[in-house]
């Protein structure tokens, strides 16, 4: 069983900044993709961003490019998500996503494409 931690949420005025982590272990588990997703009260789940590594990329959803940088360390089975220029509209829990593969571009964007989640961390940006 692989388990997944977020960390680094929290309270922040707007156009402030946060780093949020996620460690996933267990076992013998290596990411080959990780992703964030976040979800708003009162709305559906979204995709944020995905690294990939062997052949390393990185892709955004719109509403953050330029915004929000993902990074990771797949020999720590690490993500994380630099998060800058914060927007109320941003505000949402903040859920980490991996997988043992190496997703393809068309399937980063669904939840389902991934089968290992964490509990989320609740980003909260207001002054």
């Known amino acids: 069983q692989v388990n997944v931690v977020e960390s680094g949420g929290g309270l922040v005025q707007p156009g402030g900044s946060l780093k949020l982590s996620c460690v996933a272990s267990g076992g013998t588990f290596s990411m080959l993709t990780g992703a964030w997703f976040r979800q708003a009260p009162g709305k559906e789940r979204e995709f944020v961003a995905a690294?990939?590594?062997?052949?390393?990329?990185?892709h955004y959803a719109d509403s953050v490019k330029g915004r929000f940088t993902i990074s990771g360390d797949r020999a720590k089975n690490t993500v994380y998500l630099q998060m800058n220029t914060l927007k109320p509209e941003d505000t949402a829990v903040y859920f980490c996503?991996?997988?043992?593969?190496?997703?393809?571009?068309?399937?980063?964007?669904?939840?389902?494409?991934?089968?290992?989640w964490g509990q989320g961390t609740q980003v909260t940006v207001s002054s």
């Open positions: 690294v990939r590594w062997s052949g390393s990329s990185t």
């Open positions: 996503a991996v997988h043992s593969r190496r997703i393809i571009v068309s399937a980063l964007w669904s939840g389902t494409s991934y089968n290992y």
